[in-house]
């Protein structure tokens, strides 16, 4: 059975810099056209792509974040970390992690999330 | 980046209700446009890719049509357990951006 789960420090101070960490069981990251994508969403509002690894370690960001993201992945641990710098008030979000899936069908295809972790930046 | 535009943004229905939201992308996607349900403080639930396979375990009365630019999810009989938030997401190249969201509110 598939599962993902995030973890991060709850509360962060603005310009510092957040690790995010997913988890997961079920399948393996080795594994041709799997990947793990970071997903957010602010209170009150909606999902945000942010960045995506694949099996290849091929690494995809949102451009606005781009300078501000790096996405790396621990195959033996079966992890997916997310580090973003220089955080701001505007970055208080529940950031999820979803497995993908490339499909000729489908695109790609995110059919197991995280259950996310709501992280406050505030001073 | 390809802009999802989803409508309407609420909806107050009844149980029993037909429901039926859309959703429009900026370029043509195919058929690579998935709808998920969301409940208040719980992650984003997959219930259709390809724009109209229903998901494994999905009840029947989820469908999903559409091609190209324009989407729809139909929700046939609307049971308590709907009322949530649904976004579309297109599936075809990175960022897969989604629509803003359509709340079903009890009318």
């Known amino acids: 059975q598939v599962t993902l789960r995030e973890s991060s420090p709850a509360l962060v101070k603005p310009t510092q810099t957040l690790t995010l960490t997913c988890t997961f069981s079920?399948?393996?990251?080795?594994?041709?056209?799997?990947?793990v994508a970071w997903i957010r969403q602010p209170p009150g509002k909606a999902l945000e792509w942010l960045a995506r690894?694949?099996?290849?370690?091929?690494?995809y960001y949102i451009a606005s974040l781009r300078t501000r993201l790096t996405i790396s992945k621990d195959t033996s641990k079966n992890q997916v970390v997310l580090t973003m710098t220089d955080m701001d008030p505007v970055d208080t979000a529940t950031y999820f992690c979803?497995?993908?899936?490339?499909?000729?069908?489908?695109?790609?295809?995110?059919?197991?999330w995280g259950q996310g972790t709501l992280v406050t930046v505030s001073s | 980046d390809i802009q999802m535009t989803q409508s309407p943004s609420s909806l107050s229905v009844s149980v029993g209700d037909r429901v039926t939201i859309t959703c429009r992308a900026s370029?043509?996607?195919?058929?690579?446009l998935a709808w998920y349900q969301q409940k208040p403080g719980k992650a984003p639930k997959l219930l259709i890719f390809?724009?109209?396979s229903l998901q494994s375990g999905v009840p029947s009365r989820f469908n999903g049509s559409g091609s190209g630019t324009d989407f729809t999810l139909t929700i046939s009989s609307l049971q308590p357990e709907d009322f949530a938030t649904y976004y579309c997401?297109?599936?075809?190249?990175?960022?897969?951006?989604f629509g803003q969201g359509t709340k079903l509110e009890i009318k």
């Open positions: 079920g399948f393996s990251l080795t594994t041709t056209a799997m990947s």
């Open positions: 997401q297109q599936a075809n190249s990175f960022p897969y951006s």
């Open positions: 979803a497995r993908g899936t490339v499909s000729a069908v489908a695109g790609t295809l995110f059919d197991y």
């Open positions: 390809a724009a109209s």
């Open positions: 690894i694949d099996w290849d370690d091929d690494k």
């Open positions: 370029q043509s996607l195919s058929s690579f």
